[in-house]
């Protein structure tokens, strides 16, 4: 949590406005009452009917055992009950814990007990999987057919009053892609959160005319946040939620519901250029095309707005805070050549060496930030906080940067071991442990290797004490039950890995064998 004189500085600026998500949503209620929020298929809900479901909902689940301060893993895909469920627990005072759809037994069962769920809330099925019994001993909670668990359906009661929280209480963990064995939770209030909401919906431009469809899934930060559907729903717009993001069903989606603005990473913005020229849909009502959550290169932020007939929004963010946008007037050297600068003027970027000395201007050199929306520490996690924080409150976010001269982010690479797969963040040591954990590793080291369309892939490189093949180590990755992303993409087998100076596993070394390939 922020020092006190920090805290003070950001209400005293008006960016935290002691407001909470619940009362965010009353708020919208009031003002936008009739007007359709969400549109789910075949279903349209006005921000009155939200407000009332989510009302109705948190009477349930406090039926059900849920009270103020309880954690609670919430993994939705792209439907309706998604915001019944979150604003319930936000009116209750209850966190969720955003889960993603991808997720399976071994993610969520972290989850839960990381955060000492009360209960799971999920979805009977999805892309083929059932979803049910991923909680464990977890009480859960289904939308759709529940087995042996309790309908969601069923906890539509009559609202009860509600103590609810404060503003300054934690509203809900985010999840980190992270970098090491386990992922980290964020813990974000209620008034740093919505601050950062209300300033993005503002920088793009979302107005009661605009219509934000969800191509991605709901719960990450981006779609969320960014300005995604709270900034639409902050707005007074109307959010169209896409069960899958493919060029069919979101260009359906878009010439259907005259979809205005979306939220897209790389490799899907790739593919939607691509298709938009054999597509026979009627995009023209899209204006801004968000692209985020790994890097786009130039070459391909050129090309969208001739394929799509839209401007392109560069979006570089993390659900630990600091977002930052090209403007929707920037010139097109700064759309396509940079990735944004900040929300907010109170946003503070360091640039720093390896001894975390500031480098010259221009200069690439690790991305340091603090601001009135950036965490000052994980969930649960001193030992790590230590490393991942300054002493002085600043987040390391592992990102090399360099600043242009106007003070906008030019994001050059990375110095934390992870692997970003087109937006989707692999920690190599959850990885790598998974593979330790078989007996014909000796040892693993998961890199990076170039994917023209997802950035990046990944490679496990393997010391083997018998011979295996990769198809078997990839299998015995996936049979641990989780994110299919996670899977290396390819298992690669040496004598011996390269070492640092130091005597360490010389990453560095190990990718640059793709990069000369
Ligand atoms: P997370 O901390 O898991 O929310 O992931 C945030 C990370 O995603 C950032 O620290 C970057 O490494 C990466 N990222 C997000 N947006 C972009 C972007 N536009 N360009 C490059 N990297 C990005
Ligand atoms: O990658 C991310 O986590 C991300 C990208 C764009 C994000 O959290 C965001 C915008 O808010």
């Known amino acids: 949590m922020w020092p006190e004189d920090a805290a003070a500085r950001y209400r005293e600026k008006g960016y935290w406005l002691g407001e909470t998500l619940g009362d965010f949503l009353r708020a919208r209620a009031a003002r936008f009452g009739a007007r359709t929020a969400v549109v789910d298929g075949a279903r349209r809900t006005s921000y009155a009917e939200l407000d009332a479901r989510a009302d109705r909902l948190a009477a349930g689940l406090v039926r059900f055992g849920i009270a103020r301060g309880d954690r609670v893993v919430v993994q939705l895909p792209n439907v309706l009950e998604f915001f019944d469920v979150v604003f319930a627990l936000f009116r209750i005072g209850a966190l969720p814990v955003f889960?993603?759809?991808?997720?399976?037994?071994?993610?969520?069962?972290?989850?839960?007990?990381?955060?000492?769920?009360?209960?799971?809330?999920?979805?009977?099925?999805?892309?083929?999987?059932?979803?049910?019994?991923?909680?464990?001993?977890?009480?859960?909670?289904?939308?759709?057919?529940?087995?042996?668990?309790?309908?969601?359906?069923?906890?539509?009661?009559?609202?009860?009053?509600?103590?609810?929280?404060?503003?300054?209480?934690?509203?809900?963990?985010?999840?980190?892609?992270?970098?090491?064995?386990?992922?980290?939770?964020?813990?974000?209030?209620?008034?740093?959160?919505?601050?950062?909401?209300?300033?993005?919906?503002?920088i793009c431009g979302l107005t009661t005319d605009s219509v934000y469809l969800v191509a991605l899934p709901v719960a990450h930060n981006y779609p969320l946040s960014s300005p995604g559907v709270l900034g639409a729903l902050h707005a007074g717009s109307r959010i169209v939620l896409a069960p899958r993001a493919d060029p069919d069903t979101a260009f359906g989606l878009i010439e259907r519901e005259r979809v205005t603005i979306t939220g897209v990473v790389p490799p899907l913005a790739i593919i939607w250029t691509d298709s938009a020229a054999r597509a026979d849909y009627d995009l023209s009502s899209l204006e801004v095309l968000q692209v985020g959550g790994a890097k786009f290169s130039a070459e391909a932020a050129r090309r969208?707005?001739?394929?799509?007939?839209?401007?392109?929004?560069?979006?570089?963010?993390?659900?630990?805070?600091?977002?930052?946008?090209?403007?929707?007037?920037?010139?097109?050297?700064?759309?396509?050549?940079?990735?944004?600068?900040?929300?907010?003027?109170?946003?503070?970027?360091?640039?720093?060496d390896e001894d975390d000395e500031p480098v010259w201007p221009g200069e690439v050199g690790h991305l340091l930030t603090r601001g009135p929306y950036t965490i000052r520490g994980y969930y649960r996690a001193d030992a790590h906080n230590a490393r991942a924080?300054?002493?002085?409150?600043?987040?390391?976010?592992?990102?090399?940067?360099?600043?242009?001269?106007?003070?906008?982010?030019?994001?050059?690479?990375?110095?934390?071991?992870?692997?970003?797969?087109?937006?989707?963040?692999?920690?190599?040591?959850?990885?790598?442990?998974?593979?330790?954990?078989?007996?014909?590793?000796?040892?693993?080291?998961?890199?990076?290797?170039?994917?023209?369309?997802?950035?990046?892939?990944?490679?496990?490189?393997?010391?083997?004490?018998?011979?295996?093949?990769?198809?078997?180590?990839?299998?015995?990755?996936?049979?641990?039950?989780?994110?299919?992303?996670?899977?290396?993409?390819?298992?690669?087998?040496?004598?011996?890995?390269?070492?640092?100076?130091?005597?360490?596993?010389?990453?560095?070394?190990?990718?640059?064998?793709?990069?000369?390939?």
């Open 99 to 202: 889960a993603l759809p991808v997720h399976r037994a071994t993610e969520i069962g972290y989850f839960c007990a990381h955060a000492e769920a009360r209960a799971f809330v999920t979805v009977d099925s999805h892309e083929g999987f059932d979803h049910r019994d991923l909680g464990g001993g977890v009480p859960t909670i289904v939308v759709g057919e529940p087995g042996p668990h309790t309908a969601l359906a069923d906890l539509y009661d009559e609202p009860v009053p509600l103590d609810g929280p404060a503003a300054g209480d934690l509203a809900f963990l985010q999840l980190s892609g992270g970098s090491t064995g386990v992922p980290k939770l964020i813990p974000r209030t209620h008034d740093d959160y919505l601050y950062s909401v209300r300033a993005s919906a503002d």
């Open 389 to 517: 924080f300054t002493r002085d409150g600043f987040y390391r976010t592992g990102d090399l940067v360099r600043l242009t001269d106007g003070g906008y982010v030019v994001v050059e690479g990375r110095d934390k071991d992870q692997i970003n797969r087109g937006g989707e963040k692999v920690a190599a040591e959850e990885v790598e442990n998974l593979l330790l954990a078989h007996p014909a590793v000796l040892d693993a080291a998961v890199v990076a290797m170039p994917d023209p369309l997802l950035g990046e892939r990944s490679c496990a490189y393997v010391i083997a004490r018998e011979p295996v093949r990769g198809a078997v180590l990839r299998a015995h990755v996936r049979d641990q039950g989780l994110a299919a992303f996670k899977v290396p993409d390819r298992v690669e087998f040496l004598d011996a890995f390269p070492l640092t100076p130091v005597g360490k596993v010389d990453k560095k070394a190990l990718r640059l064998r793709w990069e000369d390939a």
């Open 304 to 352: 969208v707005g001739p394929a799509l007939g839209c401007a392109v929004q560069q979006v570089f963010g993390m659900a630990e805070g600091l977002v930052n946008y090209t403007r929707l007037d920037d010139p097109e050297d700064i759309v396509t050549g940079t990735q944004g600068r900040p929300i907010s003027p109170d946003d503070e970027l360091r640039v720093v």
